[in-house]
């Protein structure tokens, strides 16, 4: 048996995010394989750790075996003390969805301190994993990461079961994400306006993760007359979230950045045609032929590319059959496990006494 490596994640790993979802299904996945991999489970608060969280990191990293590899959710290791993390006398590996630095709505100072503590932290990383080509780039040319030290393991997909189920009437626009600013749901609205004149309904699915997003997107839906068309959900099961994608005509997602974007392969297994932003790793997720992608914050343009997938059924259906092909070929999470256990033998082997 290999040895056994330890995964601290902060939060319930069961809650229903593309990071969550990622990294519960990778740790499941590396025991699956035979790779022993202890879940540390942290406080929530992180990235913005209370004073709590970090004692309570610190003791859980003191109660592992001090040769017992860590992989560490970017969430904490992009935030925490980095004498901390210097202190460690184990390989560490860092699993990055993107820099923290970079997600929408932070004051610039925060924005800043973040990334300049990002930074001083990957010096002290064994390795890094990260889900796309475009987080590697992003770390290669502003971080001065190493390529080499850097692997690459695209998220896994269960294929669903696709059934005789007819699309919704009127057409269903599905939209999947976490509310928080950098889902751009807002952008979404605004565009959804502007179409008001098609027949169409909408479905914005995702955990309030901010309270204050929730309140300006519920005044914006009836300062726009929308309530009757557009539905936020929240947290629904998977058999519904599955029943919503089937139904669905269009997927999508305004997006102002992903370091992967999750839900637009689910999109593509599902055979939808995709309209979201030329921002992140969207652009590799998303090919040409397979969607439609429009600048960030730009209603009118994502307004324009929503009326042609509703009103031209040749073009819906030409994005559909490619997006298809596309989900057809996405891995599996054994695949994505098989990146992470390859990165934890490399660093086991190389601190490894001569």
Avoid at 20 to 39: F, K, V
Avoid at 47 to 74: F, H, S, Y
Avoid at 91 to 105: F, I, T
Wanted: proline content about 8%; overall charge negative.
């Amino acid at each position: 048996m290999r040895p056994e490596a330890a995964f601290a994640i902060p939060g319930d790993i069961q809650t229903r995010t593309g990071g969550y979802i990622y990294e519960r299904r990778m740790l499941e996945s590396l025991n699956a394989l035979g790779q022993p991999t202890r879940h540390i489970e942290l406080m929530t608060s992180w990235p913005n750790p209370t004073p709590e969280a970090e004692r309570d990191l610190v003791e859980k990293l003191a109660a592992l075996p001090q040769d017992m590899p860590l992989i560490l959710d970017g969430l904490v290791f992009g935030a925490m003390d980095t004498a901390v993390l210097a202190a460690q006398s184990r390989p560490v590996v860092a699993m990055l969805h993107h820099p923290l630095g970079l997600e929408a709505g932070l004051a610039p100072d925060r924005a800043a301190e973040l990334l300049a503590r990002e930074a001083a932290n990957l010096r002290h990383a064994a390795h890094v994993v990260v889900p796309s080509p475009h987080t590697r780039e992003i770390l290669v040319q502003d971080f001065g990461v190493q390529q080499a030290d850097i692997s690459i393991a695209l998220p896994g997909f269960d294929r669903p079961a696709m059934r005789a189920i007819a699309k919704a009437d009127p057409p269903l626009i599905l939209s999947v994400g976490i509310i928080c600013e950098r889902k751009g749901h807002d952008v979404l609205l605004d565009a959804l306006a502007r179409v008001a004149h098609l027949d169409w309904q909408a479905a914005i699915v995702g955990m309030v993760h901010d309270a204050a997003v929730q309140d300006r997107l519920l005044h914006q839906r009836a300062r726009l007359g929308l309530e009757a068309r557009v539905r936020f959900t929240g947290v629904i099961p998977p058999e519904e979230l599955d029943q919503l994608y089937q139904q669905a005509s269009v997927f999508a997602l305004a997006t102002r950045y992903e370091g992967y974007g999750m839900v637009l392969s689910e999109a593509q297994l599902y055979g939808l045609p995709v309209l979201s932003c030329t921002v992140g790793a969207v652009p590799q997720t998303v090919p040409p032929g397979s969607g439609i992608l429009v600048p960030p914050d730009n209603a009118d343009k994502f307004a324009t590319a929503l009326s042609s997938l509703l009103q031209d059924d040749a073009l819906r259906q030409s994005y559909g059959a490619q997006s298809a092909a596309i989900g057809a070929r996405l891995p599996q999470w054994t695949d994505t496990a098989r990146v992470m256990q390859a990165a934890l033998r490399h660093v086991q082997t190389s601190t490894v006494p001569k």
